[in-house]
């Protein structure tokens, strides 16, 4: 069984940065499909990354590219989100989410995918 604990949250101004991390158990978790997922007041879960074994298979939600980058800490079984330029828009409770069988390239932002979820992650940016 995959368990995740999500970190890192708070409120921050717009322009400012955080880094969220999500640790894994049960798992390696450069070794499954790990995905950060947010959903904001009244919006749909929505899929901003998503990264597989050696980065390869890294992507990312139009909407944060440029400013999010995700990535794998292998010592410590973590999963990380930076998040640089935060914009009130970006304001959500955030989710790691896992998979331990294969997703599609084009499929990847689909939550139904991972049957695995942490509890959340809390993030408010102020304008």
């Known amino acids: 069984q995959v368990h995740l604990v999500e970190s890192g949250g708070g409120s921050v101004q717009a322009g400012g940065s955080l880094k969220l991390s999500c640790v894994v158990s049960?798992?390696?978790?450069?070794?499954?499909?790990m995905a950060w997922f947010r959903q904001g007041p009244g919006k749909e879960r929505e899929g901003v990354a998503v990264t597989f074994a050696d980065g390869r298979y890294t992507y990312y939600a139009d909407s944060v590219k440029e400013r999010f980058t995700i990535s794998h800490d292998i010592a410590k079984n973590t999963l990380y989100l930076q998040i640089d330029n935060l914009k009130p828009e970006d304001t959500a409770m955030y989710y790691c989410?896992?998979?331990?069988?294969?997703?599609?390239?084009?499929?990847?932002?689909?939550?139904?995918?991972?049957?695995?979820w942490g509890q959340g992650t809390q993030v408010t940016v102020s304008s």
């Open positions: 049960g798992a390696t978790a450069s070794r499954i499909y």
């Open positions: 989410a896992a998979s331990i069988n294969y997703i599609i390239s084009t499929s990847w932002s689909d939550p139904d995918k991972y049957p695995y």
